[in-house]
């Protein structure tokens, strides 16, 4: 490379890094912010989440009745621009006849990578704890979908003209302007999934695994990783 184009790139790098917003500590992180405690040891894998989920961001037309389908089950799946949750089934080692049943989605991180990651702004540390995407501001870098330590961010490859990059928003709006709680924890049958202040629910996952030492591991899952996380 000449000295000139590495100075013309060397010199894009620095624009590009000081155009960033970047990711503000300012943001609000504190046990003040919701979060979403998810019981592991309660999930029966009935997907109803899936469908609720799907439902309220408009994701698919497929009825309740085509998540009954556990054939599902026979691969480990991921979030996709359709499927902003999915539930894994994992081998129980205690319990071949119950297997475990995990549910997966944006762990909305107290300090989010993908926000950090982009370059345009277009994700948001939102006041009350959801990380949420802008598309207007989006310019299909996929820096975020490299960022997530989750592998939560899906990309809409099969959008030629105005693709997005999609994922749970821990249903922003139903939240903030309806005064609901997201749709999953709203469906779940079981009860599994328990939306509140995140501080509260540390205290009360904490209270659980004291009460049930047999059933729960030693910690909170999200409480310290990756800086913290809302779920």
């Given amino acids: 490379m000449k000295r000139r184009d590495f100075l013309k790139l ?65 691969k480990q799946r991921r979030m996709k621009a359709d499927a902003f949750t999915v539930v894994n089934r994992y081998p129980n080692p205690k319990d071949a006849e119950k297997p475990i049943f995990v549910k997966s989605q944006c762990m909305h991180c107290l300090e989010p990578a993908c926000v950090s990651a982009c370059l345009v702004g277009a994700f948001k540390k939102q006041e009350n704890g959801s990380v949420t995407y802008d598309a207007w501001k989006c310019m299909g870098c996929r820096y975020c979908m490299v960022a997530c330590p989750f592998q939560v961010p899906a990309y809409e490859y099969d959008d030629p003209l105005t693709p997005r990059v999609r994922k749970c928003t821990f249903c922003f709006e139903k939240v903030t302007q309806e005064g609901k709680i997201p749709a999953c924890a709203e469906m779940c049958p079981p009860m599994c999934l328990t939306f509140g202040k995140r501080s509260d629910l540390i205290r009360l996952a904490h209270q659980k695994i004291e009460a049930h030492r047999d059933r729960y591991m030693p910690s909170v899952y999200g409480e310290h990783e990756a800086g913290g996380t809302a779920w």
């Avoid at 620095?14 to 979403?36: E, F, I, L, R």
């Avoid at 309660?42 to 439902?55: D, H, L, N, V």
Wanted: negative net charge; aromatic residues 8%; charged residues 15%.
């Fill in 10 to 74: 060397a010199g894009g790098v620095v624009m590009g890094a000081a155009a960033s917003p970047g990711y503000s500590k300012s943001t609000p992180d504190s046990g003040d912010t919701y979060g979403m405690l998810v019981d592991t040891t309660q999930c029966i894998g009935c997907r109803k989440c899936e469908w609720a989920c799907s439902q309220v961001n408009h994701l698919t037309n497929l009825p309740l009745e085509s998540y009954e389908d556990t054939t599902v089950f026979e």
